[in-house]
């Protein structure tokens, strides 16, 4: 048994243990051993379904990408940093367009970030402090299912001792399986957070509302709440995408930190993104350091552009403004709107990943990589931020995601100087 | 090998003030004439030229998770194209810069040397992989201390031993240059919604003071003779009357003593100089502060010079911005981390009308003039005071009465009032601004081979355009001004990487870290380290950074 990172979700849970094997774990949730366990490999790198070496694979990818007036480099979530970096210099290079996963995810809270910052902290603070904690439209459970045990609901921490020192709320539109460990389950009909949040903002300064329920949602519930938050010592909502991806999205979070800001003049609160992958933040913070915009960024002009929406992919495959692509670490053939991945088969598609998905089935250059945290190692982002560096347990035949970019990058630049 | 010819050479730490020789330089040094064989050598013509050892910037924020997320928050600030992408990197931003555009920047100035000055501990991976990304300067980060619930623990308990060694693990793990402190307690007290207000205030759950911790901390760092002193981030920023605090905070190290350095360095002192009671009477408390320090031996400090224009604040000082956010209502971006401290972020923007902006702007040239050269360092602390950017603007100005006349025309008259800048007939001259932005902040780092010229000196150079036997700096402010923004050429390590004030070549610098290991017995704490862990969200196994996942890494090890 191997002291293990877990490269499966935003969790990136540092203490459990894996024996490649045996194909056994420790502590991992089933989610995390599904990752790490074997499963079906793209064999060989492949050029138009036909195998060849790494270094073909490579050299045809390059041609594609250098000869393509508008590329789009796709994914990333899903790999390291140093993977990711590579990548936004070789999107810098070829003049293209990077963007990753959050564009169709939890984007919108980067939207709300610009507008309004965002009051957070550690999943440590929280384990630490919180006496009490909301999931708003996020299920731990299912999602992240030992972010309840490791941070935020039975963790005990520096002033938190127990369960019994900590109130947990769940507010969704469904009863989620994470309903069930909560103090207090509160419904609202879809489509309502804003209002909600607006509501409990009025109620939180001590302002009256003129409705008797918002959102599905009685007033007195609501007051209650806002109370409650209000005496609270130092608490958390953990928001999903359950407020992104539903009406309002970025004014949905937008809203929730003005919240965030009331309240901390009264006491102490902070607000974060449960994440998904366990990457998708570096997928943000890398470029944001190499070229100052998370996703969204354009290099047509020879410098960076943020367009959310203009350059995120999918709009850009409905549009049919991109005229190759790569993906790294994704299944946007899986996930993307039809419109979007009938464009995908009209142009030229390169796949680096691990493992064989719909994508693949589209692409023209198919170059295997090695798995991040069981056969390469680099530092990934977790949830909040805190750096981890994904470790290597068993030596591989598979090149890593950052030999590979590393490799399209040099020869992308002998091929534009030359 | 170099052979800088026939330049005019101001050198401070040697003792040199507008000579004309020459520079020799072989394997990234600065070397005697016979090193060097002169027909293999590149002759760089300094005729008539200033030449300088590269400047250094010993407080800045350039890395790390505060400017990243700053970057993130503020994507208008990266609509500035510097440079677009061809064989060098893009390079963007207005203020707060992208990684390739920092390197690039400072290098444009003439600056060979950056710290980033407050590195959370546990976020020092991040850290690194920013400073990593920056091009040519070399670096180094100083973790963030003074409200870690270990220092609390081994000050409340008076354990010197157990805190040296403390410091010697968690250097070595973010390998980290040294010992910087934060508000100390006022963090913790955030954490509950408060903060501290006095150096005698108690940090909640600890019992231990402000006091207690800054001199223990600066105690342990004298003990185990680390490069670099304690550097400190006071209490009460940006609070009027806090330069009280402040000269209690200096007096503190009072009788101590160490030969190579000062025992405290007290950072960005403008934004803790304030005199008054109120936002309504606030004034300059410069002039008691530059008395304090001018008669102490053992303290250095450094401007915080604020820079009309854009800025962002981002502090360790997590109380700190939220006032600020309250106070202007502008975002506002806030880091609970761990048990090691906090951090916020609130963008700001300094005018010259607004009463309180220009008597910051003032106070920050009280006290470059006030102080003496072989104790102030300049600096904006980049972005919080606005961009290193404008180094030269604050050189020009310290040299220059007539140039500050005509600035002072179109700031607040409330400067007037509140501060004596308008009074104060100093003008440094060219050898005391290249002590306060060379000779002086190495030392203030205990980095024996930068910012000087002498034998065995790194070959970090910069040459301008300024003959010091022509150019009158107090007439000609509009040169020094203009000619410290161009350097003829930077030479870092030996090459070339701006010449006529554009970048030439992409080079990368190195990341000096400290161990300190050998000084302590490492055992000591070692079951302290696994209960702290106990309130870690991160397994004690997987914190920290290994040196072969930087770049270029320098261990510099205390003996």
Redesign the interface.
């Known amino acids: 048994m191997a002291y293990a990172i877990c490269t499966f979700c935003g969790n990136v849970c540092d203490d459990v243990e894996f024996d490649v094997n045996t194909q056994k774990g420790k502590k991992l949730c089933a989610l995390g051993l599904a990752k790490f366990r074997e499963k079906e490999r793209i064999k060989s790198p492949m050029v138009d379904g036909k195998e060849v070496s790494y270094e073909e694979a490579i050299e045809k990818a390059v041609e594609i990408l250098v000869s393509a007036k508008k590329p789009l480099l796709y994914g990333w979530a899903s790999t390291v940093n140093e993977a990711i970096r590579y990548g936004v210099l070789l999107t810098e290079k070829v003049r293209g367009v990077y963007d990753q996963c959050a564009s169709v995810c939890h984007a919108p809270g980067t939207l709300a970030v610009i507008e309004e910052g965002i009051p957070g902290g550690s999943l440590g603070a929280v384990k630490n402090r919180a006496d009490m904690v909301i999931f708003w439209g996020s299920n731990p459970l299912e999602a992240h299912p030992r972010h309840p045990t490791r941070y935020s609901v039975m963790a005990k921490g520096f002033l938190i001792k127990n369960r019994k020192d900590r109130k947990v709320v769940v507010v969704d539109v469904r009863k989620t399986k994470s309903a069930s460990m909560a103090d207090k389950f509160i419904q609202i009909r879809p489509g309502y957070d804003y209002a909600i949040i607006s509501a409990l903002r009025a109620l939180a300064k001590g302002e009256d509302i003129e409705a008797d329920e918002v959102g599905g949602v009685p007033k007195e519930e609501l007051a209650e709440l806002a109370e409650e938050m209000k005496s609270a010592k130092y608490g958390v909502i953990f928001y999903g995408l359950g407020v992104t991806q539903s009406r309002g999205r970025d004014r949905n979070v937008e809203n929730a930190v003005k919240l965030i800001q009331l309240l901390n003049r009264y006491t102490r609160w902070i607000i974060w993104p449960m994440r998904g992958h366990y990457n998708v933040v570096g997928a943000g913070e890398v470029p944001a350091w190499e070229v100052g915009y998370q996703y969204g960024i354009d290099f047509s002009r020879g410098y960076p552009r943020f367009s959310p929406a203009e350059f995120s992919a999918v709009e850009m495959l409905l549009r049919r403004d991109c005229d190759a692509m790569l993906v790294v670490s994704s299944d946007p053939a899986a996930h993307f709107p039809r419109k979007a991945v009938e464009h995908m088969k009209k142009i030229p598609v390169i796949q680096i990943d691990p493992f064989p998905n719909m994508t693949t089935l589209l692409s023209n250059v198919v170059i295997p990589s090695a798995v991040a945290g069981i056969e390469a190692e680099g530092n990934v982002y977790r949830m909040d931020g805190i750096v981890l560096r994904v470790k290597k347990l068993v030596d591989s035949q598979y090149w890593s995601d950052e030999k590979i970019l590393h490799e399209m990058l040099k020869i992308v630049e002998e091929k534009l100087e030359g | 090998m170099l052979w800088i010819k026939n330049g005019i050479v101001i050198d401070p730490k040697n003792g040199i003030d507008g000579e004309k020789m020459d520079i020799f330089v072989k394997d990234g040094k600065i070397v005697e004439e016979s090193e060097v064989n002169k027909n293999e050598c590149q002759v760089i013509d300094a005729n008539n030229k200033l030449v300088l050892a590269g400047g250094v910037d010993m407080h800045a924020h350039i890395?790390g998770?505060k400017?990243?997320?700053g970057?993130?928050?503020?994507?208008e600030?990266?609509r500035i194209?510097r440079?677009?992408?061809?064989?060098l990197?893009?390079s963007?931003?207005r203020v707060l810069l992208?990684?390739?555009a920092i390197g690039y920047e400072y290098a444009k100035i003439g600056y060979t040397t950056a710290v980033e000055a407050a590195s959370p501990p546990?976020?020092s991976?991040?850290t690194h992989?920013?400073l990593d990304?920056i091009p040519v300067v070399d670096k180094a980060a100083l973790p963030v201390f003074g409200n870690w619930?270990p220092v609390f623990k081994f000050t409340a308990e008076k354990d010197r031993e157990k805190l040296k060694a403390f410091i010697a693990w968690a250097l070595e793990r973010t390998k980290g240059f040294g010992v910087k402190v934060v508000n100390p307690g006022g963090v913790e007290a955030?954490?509950?919604?408060g903060n501290v207000r006095s150096l005698d205030d108690e940090v909640p759950n600890f019992g231990v003071t402000p006091r207690e911790i800054i001199t223990e901390l600066v105690k342990a760092n004298e003990e185990l003779n680390l490069p670099h002193s304690v550097h400190l981030h006071c209490n009460n920023l940006g609070v009027p009357g806090n330069y009280q605090t402040t000269i209690e905070t200096m007096k503190l190290v009072s009788g101590m003593k160490n030969d190579d350095r000062q025992v405290l360095h007290v950072t960005h002192v403008q934004f803790n100089a304030y005199a008054g009671s109120s936002w309504r009477d606030v004034a300059s408390g410069a002039e008691e502060i530059a008395k304090v320090v001018n008669s102490m031996d053992n303290v250095t400090i450094d401007m915080g010079q604020p820079i009309f224009g854009h800025a962002t604040a981002m502090t360790g000082d997590a109380p700190f911005q939220?006032t600020l956010?309250?106070l202007t209502g502008a975002?506002?971006?806030?880091?609970?981390?761990?048990?090691e401290g906090?951090a916020g972020?609130?963008p700001i923007v300094y005018l010259p009308k607004n009463p309180v902006h220009a008597l910051q702007w003032a106070i920050g040239l009280e006290l470059g003039l006030l102080v003496d050269s072989d104790k102030v360092v300049l600096s904006t602390d980049y972005p919080n005071g606005g961009p290193y950017t404008e180094y030269p603007y604050i050189m020009a100005m310290l040299m220059s009465k007539r140039m500050r006349e005509k600035e002072l025309e179109r700031v607040s008259p409330y400067v007037q009032k509140a501060t004596s800048l308008a009074a104060i007939d100093v003008e440094k001259t060219l050898y005391e601004v290249v002590q306060m932005t060379r000779s002086l902040p190495a030392r203030v780092l205990g980095l024996e081979n930068k910012g000087h010229l002498g034998v065995g000196a790194d070959a970090d150079i910069a040459i301008y355009n300024i003959n010091p036997a022509e150019v009158d700096p107090s007439a000609q402010y509009d040169v020094i001004n203009a000619e410290f923004r161009r350097p003829v050429y930077t030479i870092k390590g030996g090459e070339v990487v701006v010449r006529d004030g554009a970048i030439v070549a992409e080079t990368w610098g190195r990341t000096y870290w400290v161990d300190a290991r050998k000084k302590v017995d490492m055992q000591a704490i070692d079951e302290d380290l696994n209960s702290f862990f106990e309130?870690?969200?991160?397994?004690r196994?997987?914190y920290g950074v290994?040196d072969y996942?930087m770049r270029s890494p320098e261990r510099l090890e205390v003996n």
């Open positions: 890395a998770s400017i990243n997320t970057r993130t928050m503020r994507p600030e990266m194209v440079q677009t992408a061809g064989k990197r893009a963007m931003g992208t990684s390739p546990i976020g991976p991040h992989e920013e990304a619930h955030w954490m509950y919604g939220f956010h309250k975002r506002w971006s806030n880091k609970d981390s761990e048990i906090g972020i609130v309130y870690y969200s991160v397994e196994r997987n290994d996942w």
